[in-house]
Every structure is written in C-alpha cells, then in structure tokens.
C-alpha cells in the first residue's frame, strides 16, 4: 500500500458528542430489542437488530471515517457522504423498528415516567401525525436536497463548520421523515394506500436524477470551493463534479427504486399473514443484567467523551479558506489558516506539499511555519508534522501570534537537498473579550473572506 493511501486511511476522526450518543443508542437499543425479542420473536428478529445496529454505525463512518475528513478537498466524497446519511443510515434504522425498543430500552423512570407525558400529549400527537404525511416527508426532503445543493448554501456550509454541521443533520432529520411512510416503522399506521409509495418514490427518484444530471453535465464548475483547492489524486474540479453526480445518481436510483421493486412484488403477490402467535410475557431482567446493562450506557458514552477530551488535539481544515499558495522549487504549497483575520493566541495551520510537476502528494517532507510581527520582533519557528493533522496528506501546528498587528508568516519546506519557501501575510486581531459572540464573529468574517 502506497504512503498517501495510509495516510488517507489513518484521516480518522471520531467527533466525540457524536460517537457518545452513537454508543448510547446502540446499548439502550439492544437492551429494549433485548426484552421485546422474549415477548415478540416474531417481529424483533436478530435482523432487526442487524439492521438498526447497521444503520447507526453507517452514521459514524460518514461522520468520522476519511470521507468526512476530505469533503472539503474532493466533491465526490462529500456526496457519497450525503448519499450515506440520505439514502444508507435513514433506511436501516427505521427498519429496525426503533421507537419501542428506545423506549424499553431506557430505565422506567426515563420512559414511562419523564417521556410518557410528553408522548402522550396531544398537541405533539397531533403535530408528530402531520409531520409524518408522506406529503409532508416527501417535500421536506425533497426541500433539504436541492436548497443545501444550490451553489450559494453549498458554499456557505463549507465555509463554517458549524453550519455544516446544521446541512448534515437537516439531510439526517429529513432523510428519516421520508423514508417513515416508505418503510412504515412498527407501531405506526400508514396514511396512505400502500400502493402510493411507488408514485412517492419514483417522483423522488425523479428529482435525484435531475439535481444529478445537473451536476454531471453542467459545462462549468458550479462551486467555486472546489475549483480554489489544490486537487488530490490528480483529478480535475470538473472531473470530480461529473464524479460526484454520478455517484449521487447511481446511489440514489438504487436507494429509491429496490423498496419500489420490493413493494410492487408484495402488492402483486398474495397477502402474507399476520403474526398469529400470541405475545408472551417478557423474560423478566436479572438484577446481574440490569446492573452491565447500566454500567455500558454509563461507561460507553463516557468513554468517548473521555476519548474527545483526553486524546491529542488535531488541526482540522474544515471552515479554513487557503491563506496562500504558490510554486518554490520542485514543491506547489498551499496554506490553510482561519478565515479572515485571526485573533491574536494560538492559531492553527496547515500545509499541503505537493510535487508541482506530478501534483503528487509530498509526505516525507519537513516543514516549519516561522512568524515574526511585520514591524520588528522575535522570530519564532515550530514544526508542522503529519499527527497534528486529522487529514493526514497535510501537516499541521499552532503558531503563536501574542499581539496584535500585522505578521508574517513564512512556510519552510525541505526534503533532501530540495527546499521551497511560501509566506504571507496575517492580520492579527485583538483576543475576543470574555463572554462575546466569538463563533458569530468567526462566521462573519467566513462568509465575508473570498476563497482563494
């Protein structure tokens, strides 16, 4: 295996709120699923599970795996990453049948006694049954999908991370409510014949296809972002778009048109019969089990916030906008900082050597980031290494930029006898006062800086 593809297979980076919740859902899953298989064989069958648990580790790889880490570089991964929280995740753990088993997987106090009346309330009965009209569904997918992919949301996204993550759970929340009459978890009722689910299919099937069609055959390069960052692997932003289209209309006609299938051979066949047996009575739980059972919903999600807190901090390129980028010697370096001015403290930066004849990823190269205020002062040079990046390709550290005022900063690359040199210039801010909108301002100043 090639340097750059252990490198790419080591961009890990586990979001640790995201993985707790993961692991939590997963142990009060099994633990309701657990129970309701001793009353229920017959509908919580080991498939269930298998899909449920299926469906919540495709969300952890979308969301932590090396395609979340190059969506930023590369239009293609940052589709399939769509794709997989749209039409892989939603699917699966609806077909798990998740709400009974959630709600018996919990303590009683949880379920019965601080959920129970919220449930049971009738305005949020009312408002859960509109909610889920496939009307409703349909169009609030359908909304999701081509308002995140018009170029100027697209663009916006990628420039704050917080509001990607916004895009990633309105495809989440929505992709869910779609596929809710499609696959009609149990207990819930259909509120329309089952037969419509074809036409509701097929109209969003429709819809895919021309969003994915206009990505594949548009003449132009439809997000500047990805015509601005340095390309990986040698392919071209207008190779990549075409890529990124066709994955998105492969995937997506498959994901649409298997249920269709599915439910077209289910209406023309006879009618299979109704679970018959009668439900028997729950094995009642061991206080042995009740006690691993509360041990792993405490230490699993704990465990991954201890992970979040405790592991080495790693610099990630998400949000950042190229700083500079240029050709010195045999070397193409770009520079990725903060968007606009940065605040005076530690500030984060990333370097991606490549070879400027081959456009080859450079990974066995050094690289120290010097800074030095504009108007006289200490120089000062830290090394960039590989580990302090989650995007393994880059290297990364934290320069310090103590006062405010105009600095420089120099990147110094050198492998063997070949050396290359990069600076720019950094406009310095004062540290944001205790308490201010510190992420309001950074989002601003986001939105505000060009991509390079």
Not at 148 to 165: G, K
Request: one cysteine or more; charged letters at 15%; hydrophobic letters at 50%.
């Amino acid at each position: 295996m090639s340097a750059a593809a252990q490198a790419i297979l080591h961009s890990w980076s586990f979001p640790p709120y995201v993985t707790a919740i993961n692991l939590f859902t997963l142990v009060v899953y099994f633990r309701g699923w657990r129970a309701l298989r001793a009353a229920i064989p017959e509908r919580f069958t080991a498939w269930r599970l298998i899909s449920f648990v299926s469906g919540v580790t495709a969300l952890e790889i979308a969301l932590a795996s090396p395609i979340d880490t190059f969506d930023t570089f590369l239009l293609t991964t940052h589709m399939l990453q769509h794709m997989i929280l749209m039409m892989i995740v939603p699917p699966l753990i609806l077909l798990g049948d998740p709400a009974i088993p959630l709600l018996h997987g919990l303590p009683l106090w949880a379920s019965r006694d601080l959920l129970g009346p919220i449930l049971s309330w009738s305005p949020l009965q009312r408002f859960s049954r509109r909610l889920t009209h496939p009307a409703a569904c349909w169009l609030l997918m359908v909304l999701a999908m081509l308002g995140w992919h018009i170029p100027a949301a697209y663009e916006f996204a990628l420039r704050s991370p917080s509001w990607h993550q916004v895009e990633h759970a309105c495809f989440l929340a929505t992709s869910l409510l779609f596929w809710w009459p499609v696959i009609q978890p149990w207990p819930s009722q259909p509120q329309w014949p089952r037969w419509t689910m074809l036409l509701y299919l097929l109209l969003a099937d429709f819809v895919n296809s021309a969003l994915s069609a206009f990505l594949a055959f548009s003449d132009r390069v439809l997000y500047p972002w990805y015509a601005a960052v340095p390309r990986l692997g040698g392919i071209s932003a207008q190779s990549d778009q075409i890529a990124a289209g066709v994955n998105m209309w492969v995937i997506g006609s498959f994901a649409f048109l298997i249920p269709a299938t599915v439910i077209t051979a289910r209406l023309l066949s006879p009618s299979s019969p109704e679970l018959r047996s009668e439900p028997k009575s729950a094995l009642p739980e061991t206080r042995f089990a009740r006690l691993v059972f509360s041990v792993l919903m405490l230490t699993l999600p704990f465990t991954a916030l201890a992970y979040g807190w405790l592991a080495p901090d790693t610099i990630d390129t998400d949000g950042a906008v190229i700083r500079t980028q240029g050709v010195s010697g045999p070397f193409r370096i770009t520079v990725f900082t903060e968007p606009g001015f940065v605040h005076a403290g530690p500030t984060d930066v990333s370097v991606l050597v490549q070879d400027h004849s081959s456009g080859e990823t450079t990974l066995d190269a050094a690289i120290d980031l010097a800074v030095q205020p504009v108007n006289g002062g200490k120089n000062d040079t830290v090394r960039a290494t590989h580990e302090q990046s989650t995007n393994r390709l880059l290297e990364a550290a934290a320069v310090n930029l103590p006062i405010p005022g105009p600095w420089e900063l120099r990147v110094l690359v050198r492998r063997g006898r070949d050396q290359g040199t990069v600076s720019t210039l950094l406009d310095v801010g004062s540290p944001p006062a205790q308490g201010s909108n510190a992420w309001l301002d950074r989002l601003l100043m986001g939105l505000l800086t060009p991509v390079s």
